[in-house]
């Protein structure tokens, strides 16, 4: 079970972003994330006539590492880890560290 996952609302800790809040628009492979409206760098594209895709300058998203982001308790307005409780019947939830809330 990812402690992280999609639409989670988090808040960035480390790097040129810290202190940003926004939810997690995709989970990519080992370890990393896209944060919606977080970590903005400026990629130069050739045009593509096939596509219709204009060339410049376009404004996107890159990953972020999953250690330099932490979910957003909303009950404490700070960032909080995430933790695994087992119920009695096997399931899993993701709780707060810092309450024990369920975040689900």
Do not use: C, W
Request: glycine share 12%; charged share 30%; hydrophobic share 35%.
């Amino acid at each position: 079970m990812n402690k992280l996952k999609k639409d989670d609302e988090v808040i960035v800790v480390a790097g040129k972003d810290k202190g940003k809040r926004g939810t997690i628009s995709r989970l990519v492979g080992d370890g990393r994330v896209i944060v919606a409206g977080v970590n903005m760098v400026k990629r130069h594209t050739k045009p593509n006539p096939n596509l219709g895709q204009p060339g410049g300058i376009v404004e996107r998203e890159a990953s972020l590492h999953i250690s330099n982001v932490a979910i957003f308790n909303s009950e404490t307005n700070k960032a909080d880890r995430v933790g695994i409780e087992i119920l009695e019947d096997g399931a899993k939830k993701r709780v707060y560290k810092s309450n024990g809330q369920d975040i689900d």
